[in-house]
Protein backbone atom coordinates (compact mmCIF):
# COMPACT_ATOMS: atom_id res chain seq x y z
CA UNK A 1 0.00 0.00 0.00
CA UNK A 2 1.33 3.44 -0.75
CA UNK A 3 2.32 5.54 2.27
CA UNK A 4 1.41 2.39 4.22
CA UNK A 5 4.96 3.63 6.89
CA UNK A 6 3.55 6.59 6.83
CA UNK A 7 0.08 5.61 8.35
CA UNK A 8 1.61 2.78 10.41
CA UNK A 9 4.04 5.84 12.24
CA UNK A 10 1.09 8.30 12.48
CA UNK A 11 -0.98 5.67 14.00
CA UNK A 12 1.40 4.83 16.93
CA UNK A 13 1.96 8.41 17.03
CA UNK A 14 -1.25 9.77 17.62
CA UNK A 15 -1.95 6.78 19.77
CA UNK A 16 1.08 7.68 22.06
CA UNK A 17 -0.13 11.40 22.48
CA UNK A 18 -4.14 10.16 23.33
CA UNK A 19 -2.53 8.35 26.37
CA UNK A 20 -0.65 11.87 27.13
CA UNK A 21 -3.88 13.83 26.50
CA UNK A 22 -6.05 11.45 28.72
CA UNK A 23 -2.91 11.33 31.94
CA UNK A 24 -3.52 15.16 31.87
CA UNK A 25 -7.17 15.09 31.62
CA UNK A 26 -7.06 12.37 34.77
CA UNK A 27 -4.96 14.37 37.12
CA UNK A 28 -6.66 17.51 36.12
CA UNK A 29 -10.18 16.51 36.96
CA UNK A 30 -8.73 15.05 40.79
CA UNK A 31 -6.94 18.24 41.25
CA UNK A 32 -3.38 17.22 41.06
CA UNK A 33 -2.44 19.75 38.49
CA UNK A 34 -4.16 22.70 40.16
CA UNK A 35 -0.37 24.34 41.46
CA UNK A 36 0.59 24.61 37.89
CA UNK A 37 -0.20 28.23 36.79
CA UNK A 38 -1.03 26.98 33.39
CA UNK A 39 -4.41 24.95 32.11
CA UNK A 40 -4.32 21.36 30.97
CA UNK A 41 -4.77 22.24 27.27
CA UNK A 42 -1.68 24.15 27.20
CA UNK A 43 0.21 21.19 29.29
CA UNK A 44 -1.59 18.41 26.96
CA UNK A 45 -1.29 20.58 23.84
CA UNK A 46 2.72 20.63 24.36
CA UNK A 47 3.51 16.94 25.58
CA UNK A 48 1.46 16.10 22.83
CA UNK A 49 3.10 18.16 20.56
CA UNK A 50 6.23 17.10 21.41
CA UNK A 51 5.83 13.26 21.42
CA UNK A 52 4.17 13.06 17.75
CA UNK A 53 6.95 15.74 16.29
CA UNK A 54 9.94 13.71 17.65
CA UNK A 55 7.55 10.30 16.31
CA UNK A 56 7.51 11.86 12.47
CA UNK A 57 10.76 13.65 12.40
CA UNK A 58 12.68 9.61 13.78
CA UNK A 59 11.24 7.92 10.81
CA UNK A 60 10.94 10.87 8.25
CA UNK A 61 14.14 13.33 9.54
CA UNK A 62 14.08 15.76 6.37
CA UNK A 63 10.06 15.97 6.35
CA UNK A 64 8.47 19.41 7.83
CA UNK A 65 6.12 19.81 10.26
CA UNK A 66 3.09 22.74 10.63
CA UNK A 67 2.51 22.68 14.75
CA UNK A 68 -0.03 24.65 16.27
CA UNK A 69 2.85 25.35 19.28
CA UNK A 70 6.20 26.29 19.97
CA UNK A 71 8.52 26.32 22.64
CA UNK A 72 8.72 29.78 24.22
CA UNK A 73 6.51 29.76 26.70
CA UNK A 74 8.21 26.37 27.94
CA UNK A 75 11.53 28.07 27.89
CA UNK A 76 10.33 30.97 30.09
CA UNK A 77 8.64 28.91 32.75
CA UNK A 78 11.24 26.30 34.23
CA UNK A 79 8.08 25.08 36.57
CA UNK A 80 6.10 24.30 33.67
CA UNK A 81 8.52 22.74 31.59
CA UNK A 82 9.13 20.19 34.12
CA UNK A 83 5.65 19.21 34.24
CA UNK A 84 5.11 18.85 30.59
CA UNK A 85 8.37 16.81 30.99
CA UNK A 86 7.54 14.59 33.54
CA UNK A 87 4.30 13.80 31.91
CA UNK A 88 6.49 12.98 28.65
CA UNK A 89 8.55 10.84 29.66
CA UNK A 90 5.46 8.98 31.39
CA UNK A 91 3.85 8.32 27.98
CA UNK A 92 5.12 5.39 26.37
CA UNK A 93 3.73 2.50 24.48
CA UNK A 94 3.55 -0.59 26.70
CA UNK A 95 4.73 -2.91 23.15
CA UNK A 96 8.65 -2.13 22.67
CA UNK A 97 8.69 -3.10 19.21
CA UNK A 98 5.72 -0.03 18.39
CA UNK A 99 7.74 2.56 20.61
CA UNK A 100 10.79 1.90 18.89
CA UNK A 101 9.13 2.42 15.36
CA UNK A 102 8.49 5.62 17.05
CA UNK A 103 12.24 6.26 18.08
CA UNK A 104 11.50 5.35 21.76
CA UNK A 105 10.99 7.82 24.54
CA UNK A 106 12.27 11.32 23.86
CA UNK A 107 16.11 11.42 25.64
CA UNK A 108 15.68 15.02 27.52
CA UNK A 109 13.92 18.14 28.46
CA UNK A 110 16.02 19.84 25.65
CA UNK A 111 15.18 17.82 22.70
CA UNK A 112 11.19 17.79 24.09
CA UNK A 113 11.42 21.80 23.18
CA UNK A 114 13.32 21.12 19.83
CA UNK A 115 10.72 18.88 18.75
CA UNK A 116 8.12 21.24 19.53
CA UNK A 117 9.76 24.07 18.02
CA UNK A 118 10.39 21.16 14.64
CA UNK A 119 6.06 22.56 14.28
CA UNK A 120 7.07 26.33 12.86
CA UNK A 121 6.85 25.24 9.11
CA UNK A 122 4.65 27.72 6.88
CA UNK A 123 3.07 25.01 4.94
CA UNK A 124 3.35 25.56 1.36
CA UNK A 125 2.31 23.13 -2.01
CA UNK A 126 6.03 21.87 -2.35
CA UNK A 127 7.54 18.58 -0.70
CA UNK A 128 6.20 16.45 2.38
CA UNK A 129 4.49 18.70 5.36
CA UNK A 130 2.50 17.49 8.47
CA UNK A 131 -0.03 19.22 9.85
CA UNK A 132 -0.45 18.90 13.95
CA UNK A 133 -3.03 19.53 15.70
CA UNK A 134 -2.21 18.36 19.51
CA UNK A 135 -5.61 19.28 21.37
CA UNK A 136 -8.38 19.76 18.58
CA UNK A 137 -11.26 20.82 20.64
CA UNK A 138 -10.05 22.61 23.91
CA UNK A 139 -13.52 22.83 25.70
CA UNK A 140 -13.92 19.72 24.93
CA UNK A 141 -11.23 18.56 26.17
CA UNK A 142 -11.85 20.62 29.34
CA UNK A 143 -15.27 19.24 30.04
CA UNK A 144 -14.76 15.46 29.36
CA UNK A 145 -16.28 15.87 26.17
CA UNK A 146 -15.21 15.18 22.54
CA UNK A 147 -11.73 16.34 21.30
CA UNK A 148 -9.25 14.89 19.06
CA UNK A 149 -5.41 14.44 17.84
CA UNK A 150 -4.97 15.32 14.57
CA UNK A 151 -2.00 14.67 12.09
CA UNK A 152 -2.33 14.36 8.72
CA UNK A 153 0.83 14.43 6.09
CA UNK A 154 0.44 16.78 2.60
CA UNK A 155 2.56 15.89 -0.38
CA UNK A 156 2.71 19.15 -2.70
CA UNK A 157 -0.27 20.88 -0.56
CA UNK A 158 -2.19 17.90 -0.73
CA UNK A 159 -3.81 16.19 2.38
CA UNK A 160 -2.97 12.09 1.52
CA UNK A 161 -2.40 10.42 4.75
CA UNK A 162 -5.06 11.05 7.93
CA UNK A 163 -5.40 10.16 11.50
CA UNK A 164 -7.50 11.26 14.45
CA UNK A 165 -7.63 9.74 17.37
CA UNK A 166 -10.91 10.40 19.35
CA UNK A 167 -10.48 9.16 23.18
CA UNK A 168 -13.90 9.66 24.05
CA UNK A 169 -15.56 8.61 20.61
CA UNK A 170 -17.78 5.29 21.23
CA UNK A 171 -15.48 2.22 19.36
CA UNK A 172 -18.57 0.73 18.13
CA UNK A 173 -19.11 2.44 14.69
CA UNK A 174 -22.56 1.60 14.59
CA UNK A 175 -23.69 3.59 17.65
CA UNK A 176 -25.51 6.23 16.00
CA UNK A 177 -24.76 10.42 16.78
CA UNK A 178 -27.44 11.68 19.33
CA UNK A 179 -26.86 15.13 21.10
CA UNK A 180 -25.07 12.93 24.59
CA UNK A 181 -22.35 12.33 22.49
CA UNK A 182 -21.23 15.63 22.63
CA UNK A 183 -21.61 15.94 26.46
CA UNK A 184 -20.04 14.84 29.34
CA UNK A 185 -18.07 11.03 28.54
CA UNK A 186 -16.57 10.59 32.17
CA UNK A 187 -17.46 7.06 31.58
CA UNK A 188 -14.73 5.41 29.43
CA UNK A 189 -15.88 1.99 28.97
CA UNK A 190 -15.80 1.47 25.47
CA UNK A 191 -14.79 4.64 24.52
CA UNK A 192 -11.64 5.53 22.26
CA UNK A 193 -10.86 4.86 18.70
CA UNK A 194 -8.62 6.04 15.98
CA UNK A 195 -9.66 6.84 13.11
CA UNK A 196 -6.15 6.67 9.89
CA UNK A 197 -7.00 7.12 6.04
CA UNK A 198 -4.55 6.92 2.41
CA UNK A 199 -5.38 8.76 -0.26
CA UNK A 200 -7.44 6.05 -2.46
CA UNK A 201 -6.99 3.06 0.04
CA UNK A 202 -9.72 3.82 2.22
CA UNK A 203 -10.56 4.69 5.68
CA UNK A 204 -10.48 2.37 8.68
CA UNK A 205 -11.42 3.12 12.44
CA UNK A 206 -9.88 0.58 15.71
CA UNK A 207 -9.79 1.09 18.90
CA UNK A 208 -7.62 2.85 20.81
CA UNK A 209 -4.64 0.78 22.48
CA UNK A 210 -1.94 1.24 24.92
CA UNK A 211 0.31 -0.71 22.83
CA UNK A 212 0.48 -2.07 19.63
CA UNK A 213 -2.41 -1.01 16.83
CA UNK A 214 -5.23 -2.94 17.48
CA UNK A 215 -6.89 -4.52 14.25
CA UNK A 216 -8.79 -2.40 11.84
CA UNK A 217 -12.16 -1.99 10.59
CA UNK A 218 -12.75 -0.17 6.80
CA UNK A 219 -15.38 2.36 7.55
CA UNK A 220 -17.58 4.40 5.06
CA UNK A 221 -20.39 6.82 5.30
CA UNK A 222 -24.18 5.74 5.59
CA UNK A 223 -25.76 5.10 2.08
CA UNK A 224 -28.73 8.38 2.47
CA UNK A 225 -31.26 7.40 -0.09
CA UNK A 226 -33.21 10.62 2.11
CA UNK A 227 -31.47 13.86 3.41
CA UNK A 228 -34.24 14.54 5.69
CA UNK A 229 -33.90 11.67 7.19
CA UNK A 230 -30.11 12.68 7.74
CA UNK A 231 -28.01 13.47 11.15
CA UNK A 232 -25.68 16.61 10.89
CA UNK A 233 -22.69 17.63 13.00
CA UNK A 234 -22.04 21.02 14.09
CA UNK A 235 -19.35 22.51 16.37
CA UNK A 236 -20.47 23.17 20.02
CA UNK A 237 -19.22 26.85 19.93
CA UNK A 238 -21.13 29.14 17.52
CA UNK A 239 -18.31 31.19 17.33
CA UNK A 240 -16.96 28.56 15.27
CA UNK A 241 -19.80 28.17 12.90
CA UNK A 242 -22.77 29.81 12.67
CA UNK A 243 -25.56 27.95 14.38
CA UNK A 244 -28.45 30.02 12.77
CA UNK A 245 -27.28 29.42 9.31
CA UNK A 246 -27.02 25.59 9.98
CA UNK A 247 -30.75 25.57 11.42
CA UNK A 248 -31.87 27.47 8.12
CA UNK A 249 -30.33 24.70 5.71
CA UNK A 250 -31.36 21.92 7.89
CA UNK A 251 -34.84 23.43 7.40
CA UNK A 252 -34.77 23.36 3.61
CA UNK A 253 -33.29 20.05 3.38
CA UNK A 254 -36.53 19.03 5.58
CA UNK A 255 -34.06 17.66 8.38
CA UNK A 256 -36.31 17.74 11.47
CA UNK A 257 -33.44 15.70 14.06
CA UNK A 258 -31.50 18.07 16.02
CA UNK A 259 -28.23 18.44 15.03
CA UNK A 260 -25.65 16.59 17.01
CA UNK A 261 -23.45 19.31 18.86
CA UNK A 262 -19.39 18.30 19.66
CA UNK A 263 -16.38 19.86 19.70
CA UNK A 264 -12.92 18.64 17.11
CA UNK A 265 -12.25 16.40 14.14
CA UNK A 266 -14.48 13.81 16.02
CA UNK A 267 -17.21 14.96 13.75
CA UNK A 268 -14.96 14.24 10.84
CA UNK A 269 -14.82 10.82 12.02
CA UNK A 270 -17.91 10.43 13.08
CA UNK A 271 -19.69 10.76 9.59
CA UNK A 272 -16.89 8.55 7.66
CA UNK A 273 -18.07 5.88 9.80
CA UNK A 274 -21.57 6.53 9.06
CA UNK A 275 -22.48 7.73 12.75
CA UNK A 276 -23.98 11.03 11.50
CA UNK A 277 -23.58 12.43 7.51
CA UNK A 278 -23.71 15.89 6.91
CA UNK A 279 -20.96 18.37 8.64
CA UNK A 280 -21.54 21.97 8.57
CA UNK A 281 -18.94 24.52 9.55
CA UNK A 282 -20.40 27.91 8.15
CA UNK A 283 -18.59 31.01 8.27
CA UNK A 284 -19.16 33.71 10.99
CA UNK A 285 -17.00 36.00 10.47
CA UNK A 286 -15.42 37.82 7.59
CA UNK A 287 -12.01 37.51 8.41
CA UNK A 288 -11.52 34.00 10.02
CA UNK A 289 -8.81 32.08 8.62
CA UNK A 290 -9.58 28.13 9.15
CA UNK A 291 -5.83 26.60 10.20
CA UNK A 292 -5.06 23.63 7.87
CA UNK A 293 -4.51 21.73 10.98
CA UNK A 294 -8.02 21.20 12.13
CA UNK A 295 -8.90 20.11 8.48
CA UNK A 296 -6.20 18.17 7.01
CA UNK A 297 -6.96 14.53 8.55
CA UNK A 298 -10.61 14.82 8.62
CA UNK A 299 -10.66 15.92 4.96
CA UNK A 300 -9.00 12.56 3.81
CA UNK A 301 -10.69 10.22 6.41
CA UNK A 302 -14.11 11.52 5.14
CA UNK A 303 -13.02 11.26 1.43
CA UNK A 304 -11.56 8.11 1.36
CA UNK A 305 -15.15 7.08 2.59
CA UNK A 306 -17.18 8.70 0.36
CA UNK A 307 -17.53 11.75 0.95
CA UNK A 308 -17.24 15.02 -0.53
CA UNK A 309 -15.87 18.25 1.48
CA UNK A 310 -15.46 21.59 -0.49
CA UNK A 311 -15.86 25.20 1.14
CA UNK A 312 -19.26 26.80 1.97
CA UNK A 313 -19.23 27.90 -1.75
CA UNK A 314 -18.54 24.53 -3.28
CA UNK A 315 -14.54 25.61 -3.63
CA UNK A 316 -12.06 22.80 -3.22
CA UNK A 317 -10.41 23.18 0.39
CA UNK A 318 -6.63 25.03 -0.84
CA UNK A 319 -3.54 23.16 1.86
CA UNK A 320 -0.88 24.58 -0.36
CA UNK A 321 -1.02 28.46 0.84
CA UNK A 322 0.23 27.84 4.08
CA UNK A 323 -0.73 27.71 8.01
CA UNK A 324 -4.25 28.77 6.89
CA UNK A 325 -7.50 28.32 4.43
CA UNK A 326 -7.28 31.46 3.68
CA UNK A 327 -8.87 31.12 0.13
CA UNK A 328 -11.97 29.37 1.64
CA UNK A 329 -14.88 30.07 3.56
CA UNK A 330 -16.52 27.76 5.78
CA UNK A 331 -16.66 23.71 5.39
CA UNK A 332 -19.14 21.48 4.24
CA UNK A 333 -18.79 17.50 4.29
CA UNK A 334 -21.65 15.45 2.90
CA UNK A 335 -21.73 11.77 1.31
CA UNK A 336 -21.23 11.95 -2.48
CA UNK A 337 -24.73 11.03 -3.60
CA UNK A 338 -26.56 13.93 -1.41
CA UNK A 339 -23.33 16.56 -1.81
CA UNK A 340 -24.89 19.17 -4.83
CA UNK A 341 -27.94 19.02 -2.96
CA UNK A 342 -26.25 19.65 -0.19
CA UNK A 343 -24.07 22.10 -0.88
CA UNK A 344 -26.88 23.80 -3.39
CA UNK A 345 -28.87 24.91 -0.51
CA UNK A 346 -25.99 26.08 1.66
CA UNK A 347 -25.15 28.69 -1.10
CA UNK A 348 -28.77 29.41 -1.20
CA UNK A 349 -29.03 30.35 2.55
CA UNK A 350 -25.49 31.95 2.54
CA UNK A 351 -26.42 34.28 -0.30
CA UNK A 352 -29.37 35.53 0.73
CA UNK A 353 -27.30 37.34 3.41
CA UNK A 354 -25.27 39.15 1.31
Known amino acids: MAYEKELDIALLAVQRATLLTKSVYTSHSKGTLSKSDSSPVTIGDFGAQALIISSILHAFPNDEVVG?????????????????????????LDDSAAEDKIGGPIKSAEDMLEAIDAGRSDGGRKGRIWALDPIDGTKGFLRGGQYAVCLALMVDGVPTVGVIGCPNLPVDDKTLLDASVGIDADDKEGKGVLFGA???????SRPLGPGALLDGNKISMK???????????ESVEAGHSSHGDNAAIASKLGITKPSVRMDSQAK?????????DLYLRLPVSKTYEEKIWDHAAGVVIVEEAGGEVTDAWGKPLDFGIGRTLKENKGVVAAPKAVFSQVIKVVKEVLGAKQ
Open 68 to 92: EEDADDLRANPSLKELVWELVQAAK
Open 198 to 204: VKGEGST
Open 223 to 233: PLEDISQATFC
Open 268 to 276: YGSIARGAG
